[in-house]
Every structure is written in C-alpha cells, then in structure tokens.
C-alpha cells in the first residue's frame, strides 16, 4: 500500500464514520493521523509500501511533539498530550500506561482503515523492541542468577543488597512480592531498573516497575551482575548480605 492508498483509506475511514457516536473519536483521530502523514517524509513513489514506514515515522513524530506546547503536537490526540516516547524505556507508570494506550489506539485505528490485521504486529515489534530486550535480559538473569541461588537465599532473608562492580543489586519482599533492584549512582544521579519475583513460585520472575536506565544502560547492569554472580552457595551468601534496618 503506498502513500497515497494509505492517505486515502484513513480520509474514507474518518468520513464514512464521523455521525457514529462509537467511532466518531476513531474518526477524528484518522483524519489527524492523515493530515500528519500527508505532510510527513513517507516515501511517496507508488512502488513503495508505506506501511513499512509507518512505525519510525510515527515514533520520531511523537519524540518530536513532546518538545512543542500541546496546541503545536500533531499527534496529541493519540498521546494525551503527555508521551515523551514509544519506543525508549519509560521511567514513569502513569508514561507507560500511556505508551500502551497510544500503541493500541495507532493498531486499532490502522487495522480497521486498512484492514490488515497483521499490521498491529508489524508496528508492535517495532515500538516495542527496547522493552522487549528487556524481557530477554530479564530470562537471561531468571536463569543465570535467580534460579541458581538468589531465590533461595531471599528464601532466608529477603532484604538483601551485593555490589557487582558499578551496579548494586537490592532486594527485598512486600507481601510476596519480591523486587530486585540494579542501581547505580545516588540521589539524583541514580540511576536504577526493577525486576519482579513471586514469594512460593521461583519459576515466576519477570519486569518490574518502569527502568530509570536508557537500555545500553540496562544491558551493562544485567550483564554485571550476571557476569560476577558465583556458583558457590557460600560465596553467593558473602556477596548478597542481609541488608540490616
């Protein structure tokens, strides 16, 4: 589908469904999203399938409004006006409930004026490529560090904290809920990721609260703690103390 099909099926999908009081803000926000592309660096030769585009165009687009006041963001219908990115880590929950709704109105609103149901896969894996190395980094942690000794010694006593070189790795329980924490830096220079176990269930670990980290950072932490995590019981005690309050 090149630029011009696509223009024209969000301009149709916009007209023929503006009175349907169901889809009269899905309406609204395909003529936006055409008015933005029609000005936008799509490629516009015939040949060009548009839809291969669509997902760095938008991202950059959406980077770019969080710069401008609200009255000046193209996109701001899609973001609520508050998304400084769709693709880089987020520090922020409320950020990142945002991101998830914006990501699902851009799919749903395309899918429908398109009708390629693939499409919502297509942008997704692109939008969602940082937070997914980011669920990789935490299997790769999962495997390496928490299923070989650090579930059973928060077992024992979970507020815990080890030094990794540059990162501290923290770790504590709230209502079986266990965080572990990479830091690095103090007070406004911290800089810090979270992942998320579960008391009773050692095979349930994953993401936790949004990063504070942009992932190049993330990777260097992870891998550091990966990297000096021993295999010996005993030395893995000595090295993840019982943090003491």
């Not at 896969?121 to 495997?143: C, G, T």
């Not at 010694?153 to 770790?171: A, E, P």
């Not at 579960?198 to 936790?208: A, D």
């Not at 950072?217 to 993840?240: C, D, F, L, N």
Request: net charge positive.
């Amino acid at each position: 589908m090149n630029k011009d099909d696509l223009l024209k099926r969000l301009k149709e999908f916009a007209k023929n469904n503006e009175k349907k009081p169901h889809l009269f803000y899905a309406s609204f926000q395909a003529q936006v999203l055409a008015d933005f592309l029609a000005s936008s660096d799509l490629p516009t030769r015939p040949h060009d399938n548009a839809l291969d585009y669509l997902a760095p165009v938008i991202a950059k687009r959406i980077e770019d409004d969080a710069r401008l006041p609200q009255h000046e963001q193209q996109l701001g219908p899609f973001t609520d006006y508050r998304l400084s990115s769709i693709t880089a880590l987020l520090s922020s929950g409320a950020e990142e409930i945002t991101r998830h709704k914006t990501i699902l109105s851009f799919t749903k609103l395309l899918v429908q004026a398109t009708g390629f149901s693939n499409l919502e896969e297509h942008l997704k894996s692109y939008w969602d490529a940082q937070y997914n190395v980011l669920w990789q980094l935490a299997d790769r942690f999962n495997s390496a560090v928490w299923q070989k000794g650090l579930y059973n010694l928060i077992n024992k006593h979970s507020l815990r904290v080890g030094r990794f070189r540059k990162t501290n790795l923290k770790t504590s329980n709230f209502c079986g809920r266990i965080s572990v924490i990479f830091e690095r830096g103090r007070g406004k220079k911290s800089q810090a990721i979270w992942f998320s176990g579960e008391e009773g269930n050692p095979r349930k670990f994953g993401l936790g609260p949004g990063p504070e980290v942009p992932l190049n950072r993330a990777i260097e932490m992870v891998g550091e703690v990966i990297s000096g995590w021993p295999e010996s019981p005993e030395k893995q005690t000595k090295i993840m103390k019982p943090a003491i309050k």
